[in-house]
C-alpha cells in the first residue's frame, strides 16, 4: 500500500470544485446509482467544463451528497457548498471535516434519516457523531448506506463488495490497458467480523472513455482516486494521506456497531 512519505508526480489539480465534484459523481451516475439523469452533463463538465451554474444545479439534485456539502461548508464560514476544499473534505477527507461539531452533524443526521428508520436503527446511526464520524463519504458508505441503501435493495448478500465499490478507493497505477488502467487497489475486507484494509490487488479501472478521462496525463506510479471503477483523480500525497487517514477512521467507527 503506498505511504502517504511517497512522492509522485504532481496532480492534476481540478479547475473549480464543481469540475471535482463531477469527477467523483461521475462513477455512481453512469451507473445509474446516484442523482439524475445527468451522465454525459458530468462526464463534460469533469473533462472539459465550461458551464458552472448548470453544473451547480445538477449537484443539488445530489440528494445523498448534497446535505453534507452544505454542512461542511456552513460549519467552516465557507458560502459555497462547492468551495474546492469543500468538495475535497467530502469526496477524500482534509481539515475541514474537524470543523463540524458532533451535535450540529447530529442534527443534520436526525432531520434526513430519523423518519426513515425505525427507533432502533435510528439509535444505532445517532451515536455515530459522538463515537467520531464525521460528514465525509467514507461515512456514508459504511454507516448509512448499510441501513438505508442496502437493506432496502436487498443487496446484503454482496454487501462488502458494493461497499467496496461505491467508497473512494486509492492505488498506484501499474500500466495502461486500451481505456483502462491496471492499478494495485487497496480493497475494504472483513476478517473476524470486522472491517480492515485489505491488501494491494491489481484491478483494470476504466479511465477514458471515446479518448477522454478524468486523469488524461497519468503515468505509471501515480496514485489515483476510484469510485465505483472508474477513475476519477490523481492524488497529491496529501490527499492521499487524508483519504487513508478518513476512510481508517470511519472503517473503526462503523466497526463499533458492525
Given amino acids: 500500500m503506498p505511504t502517504p512519505t511517497e512522492t509522485a508526480s504532481g496532480?492534476?489539480?481540478?479547475?473549480?470544485?464543481s469540475v471535482l465534484f463531477a469527477r467523483y459523481a461521475f462513477g455512481p451516475n453512469r451507473l445509474g446509482y446516484c442523482g439524475p439523469d445527468a451522465v454525459e452533463e458530468l462526464f463534460g463538465q469533469g473533462t472539459v467544463g465550461g458551464d458552472d451554474r448548470a453544473l451547480r444545479e445538477l449537484a443539488r439534485s445530489f440528494e445523498g451528497a448534497w446535505p453534507y456539502l452544505e454542512l461542511i461548508a456552513q460549519a467552516n464560514g465557507?458560502?459555497?457548498?462547492l468551495?474546492?476544499?469543500?468538495?475535497e473534505a467530502y469526496w477524500l477527507g482534509n481539515a475541514l471535516l474537524k470543523a463540524v461539531r458532533?451535535?450540529?452533524f447530529g442534527a443534520s443526521l436526525a432531520s434526513r434519516f430519523r423518519p426513515r428508520l425505525r427507533p432502533e436503527g435510528w439509535h444505532w446511526l445517532a451515536d455515530k457523531p459522538a463515537a467520531g464520524a464525521v460528514p465525509v463519504h467514507a461515512f456514508h458508505v459504511l454507516d448509512v448506506f448499510p441501513r438505508i441503501g442496502l437493506l432496502r435493495s436487498g443487496a446484503v448478500d454482496r454487501a462488502l463488495e458494493v461497499m467496496d465499490s461505491c467508497?473512494?478507493?486509492?492505488g498506484r497505477v501499474l500500466e495502461r490497458d486500451g481505456d483502462w488502467l491496471v492499478v494495485n487497489v487497496v480493497p475494504l475486507a472483513l476478517a473476524g467480523g470486522r472491517l480492515e484494509l485489505g491488501p494491494a490487488r491489481?484491478?483494470?479501472v476504466q479511465a477514458w472513455r471515446d479518448g477522454v478521462a478524468f486523469v488524461e496525463d497519468v503515468?505509471?506510479?501515480d496514485i489515483i482516486a476510484i469510485?465505483?471503477?472508474w477513475a476519477c483523480d490523481r492524488l497529491s500525497m496529501e490527499q492521499l494521506a487524508g483519504l487513508v487517514t478518513w476512510t481508517t477512521r470511519e472503517i473503526a467507527v462503523a466497526n463499533l456497531t458492525i
Wanted: hydrophobic fraction near 30%; charged fraction near 25%.
Fill in 11 to 17: 496532480p492534476a489539480v481540478p479547475t473549480s470544485g
Fill in 78 to 81: 465557507r458560502a459555497d457548498p
Fill in 83 to 87: 468551495d474546492q476544499r469543500v468538495v
Fill in 102 to 104: 458532533p451535535a450540529y
Fill in 167 to 170: 467508497r473512494i478507493r486509492w
Fill in 202 to 204: 491489481p484491478e483494470r
Fill in 219 to 221: 503515468l505509471p506510479g
Fill in 227 to 229: 469510485h465505483w471503477s
